[in-house]
T-cell receptor
């Protein structure tokens, strides 16, 4: 009964490949996010969806394409992977409009060789 | 745009001693401030937040934070540190650049509690 889950936990792939990461939350939240955490542990928002609608897109290369089939799911597809895409990707969710806290998934460690 | 700064990359404290992890903020308008903790190979966990009201905010695992408007600070504190508190701590602020909100995270402070 994990609140925010991500698959896979680890992803190792070659440059140029296309890969997807899936996220699901069972909290009934209406907002979901993707974050990238680099090797220095800096955390940066990439995308945010509210009720399946994209509301934040933070100057991310268009090789990254999020998709939200429903409120409980937010997937991240990455085309033509590059070495610099290696990072830990976190999904998160929240509920409410003022200043809700976020619930984070366990992360997906992506390594591009 | 809003921002937060965590001036210390690492804080070392002996078990049983009080701990402080520092955060300063820069906002226009009302500040909405958060603390999160990240244990190794895990996602971030929410500890506490300040929206309005009492300047001392109490959170999970015995942590609290003091909001200081004049010093634009939101330091995380705990009266007595445990070895299990060793983790990476992030301060965050809510930003609303164009009607939709997002969160800006600090660079993180690694807390090491020594037995």
């Amino acid at each position: 009964d994990t609140a925010v889950s991500q698959t896979p936990k680890y992803l190792v792939t070659q440059m140029g490949n296309d890969k997807s990461i899936k996220c699901e939350q069972n909290l009934g939240h209406d907002t979901m996010y993707w974050y990238k955490q680099d090797s220095k542990k800096f955390l940066k928002i990439m995308f945010s969806y509210n009720n399946k609608e994209l509301i934040i897109n933070e100057t991310v290369p268009n090789r990254f394409s999020p998709k939200s089939p429903d409120k409980a799911h937010l997937n991240l597809h990455i085309n033509s992977l590059e070495l610099g895409d290696s990072a830990v990707y976190f999904c998160a969710s929240s509920q409410g409009r003022l200043a809700p806290e976020q619930f984070f998934g366990p992360g997906t460690r992506l390594t591009v060789l | 745009a809003q921002s937060v700064a965590q001036p210390e990359d690492q804080v070392n404290v002996a078990e049983g001693n009080p701990l402080t992890v520092k955060c300063t903020y820069s906002v226009s308008g009302n500040p909405y401030l958060f603390w999160y903790v990240q244990y190794p190979n895990r996602g971030l966990q929410f500890l506490l937040k300040y929206i309005t009201g009492d300047n001392l905010v109490k959170g999970s695992y015995g942590f609290e934070a003091e909001f200081n408007k004049s010093q634009t600070s939101f330091h995380l504190k705990k009266p007595s540190a445990l070895v299990s508190d060793s983790a990476l701590y992030f301060c965050a602020v809510r930003d609303m650049p164009s009607g939709t909100y997002k969160y800006i995270f600090g660079t993180g402070t690694r807390l090491k509690v020594l037995a």
